[in-house]
């Protein structure tokens, strides 16, 4: 496991480029997260105008 962990390793370095590459990309996606996060603002909101209606 510990042979085949070097791989898992590997992979978990790939991952890290694959986020390197979402960084860039991700110029975007870090946006998609701002908004995603003010999404969750939103839904806060939506949370507190719920417990309104109710």
């Known amino acids: 496991m510990t042979e085949v962990g070097g791989q898992r390793t590997d992979d978990r370095g790939q991952m890290s480029d694959d986020r ?30 719920r417990t309104e209606y109710r």
Do not use: A, I, L, W
């Not at 991700?26 to 995603?36: A, E, K, N």
């Not at 996060?37 to 105008?49: I, Y």
């Open 20 to 49: 390197g590459q979402m960084t860039e990309v991700g110029g975007q996606r870090t946006d998609d997260r701002s908004q995603m996060s003010d999404d969750r603002g939103q839904r806060t909101d939506d949370r507190s105008r």
